[in-house]
């Protein structure tokens, strides 16, 4: 399935955490959706996702 969605524990950095979850909150989406999108921005950037593979993040995730 394309749009299926998996779950996966993230350790991470405290201040990096606190930080996303400003930037996810100027942006008006969730955490898990703001780091999806950083994810997908930065795996794009780097030509290891290809255009159309995964959709865009929702707000409501």
Same mark, same amino acid.
């Given at each position: 399935m394309a749009d299926e969605k =998996?779950?996966?524990p993230l350790r991470i950095n405290a201040? /990096? @955490?606190e930080a996303m979850q400003r930037? +996810?909150?100027d942006e008006l *989406? +969730? @955490?898990n959706a703001q780091i999806e999108y950083v @994810? *997908? !921005?930065a795996l794009r =950037?780097?030509?290891r996702l290809k255009q159309g593979k995964a959709g865009p /993040?929702? !707000?409501d995730d």
């Open positions: =998996k779950a996966y201040t /990096v @955490l930037w +996810s909150e *989406r +969730s @955490l @994810l *997908r !921005d =950037k780097a030509g /993040v929702g !707000d």
